[in-house]
């Protein structure tokens, strides 16, 4: 156990639609880090997040969007959803997020199906 | 940009074996070099990991790689398999220059599988 929760584990929706998943990191950590892991894209970083603040973007599609709140905790929102949207969603977090040193630990994912 | 370049999608050794993952890496800054290993239905975790100080860095579950800047590789190994080795090991690569801070950029992964 990584310490880093995600929820929900599976989410099963149409296309069009938006969901919100949930990632809690590990206590004391400042970073929040998301990542999608696909069959053809492979594990791609979307976006992170310093103590509330954006520091990094990836391959982040305009159609999704990140926030970390003042406990921390982040949110990825996805909307307009797209067959190819389905994958698994990583979050990860470390301690800070300045450098790369920083180990993160990721937790367990979200599984989206967009069918 | 960097990138990484894991050779072999699927690798099967024999319980007892040499295990040897390889990972080449690309990068126009000093590079920080990651092994992580991502057993079924589960998230990733870390192996090893390389951030300038020696090139040769021993892990968890007794593997090791070697930080070769001249072969800009960072391939991993461990002498000896066993069962619960088996799973989907990813090399990936940041660095502290630029906008990368952490972020990381994956190989596509090679799948280890042990047979007894």
């Known amino acids: 156990d990584s310490g880093v929760t995600q929820t929900p584990k599976h989410l099963i929706t149409a296309t069009g639609q938006r969901v919100t998943l949930r990632c809690s990191p590990r206590?004391?950590?400042?970073?929040v880090y998301w990542y999608q892991q696909s069959l053809d894209q492979g594990l791609q970083f979307l976006i992170q997040?310093?103590?509330?603040?954006?520091?990094a973007k990836g391959n982040i599609l305009e159609r999704f969007s990140a926030q970390q709140f003042p406990d921390l905790h982040s949110e990825l929102n996805l909307s307009s959803l797209e067959l190819g949207d389905s994958a698994l969603y990583f979050c990860a977090s470390s301690v800070g997020g300045t450098s790369g040193t920083d180990t993160q630990y990721f937790g367990p994912g979200t599984r989206l199906t967009v069918l | 940009a960097q990138s990484v370049t894991q050779l072999g999608s699927h690798v099967s050794v024999s319980e007892g074996a040499l295990v040897l993952l390889r990972c080449n890496y690309s990068?126009?800054?000093?590079?920080?070099l990651f092994w992580y290993v991502q057993y079924p239905n589960q998230g990733l975790q870390l192996l090893l990991k390389y951030t300038s100080a020696a090139t040769l860095v021993k892990g968890i579950n007794g593997f090791e790689a070697e930080f070769k800047k001249s072969e800009t590789s960072f391939h991993l190994t461990k002498p000896s398999a066993h069962m619960s080795d088996a799973a989907e090991y990813f090399c990936?690569?940041?660095?502290?220059?630029?906008?990368?801070?952490?972020?990381?950029?994956f190989g596509q992964g090679t799948i280890l599988t042990v047979h007894p």
């Open positions: 990068s126009s800054v000093p590079p920080y």
């Open positions: 997040y310093y103590n509330g603040e954006e520091r």
């Open positions: 206590s004391g950590d400042l970073s």
């Open positions: 990936a690569v940041t660095s502290a220059g630029g906008t990368s801070y952490g972020k990381l950029t």
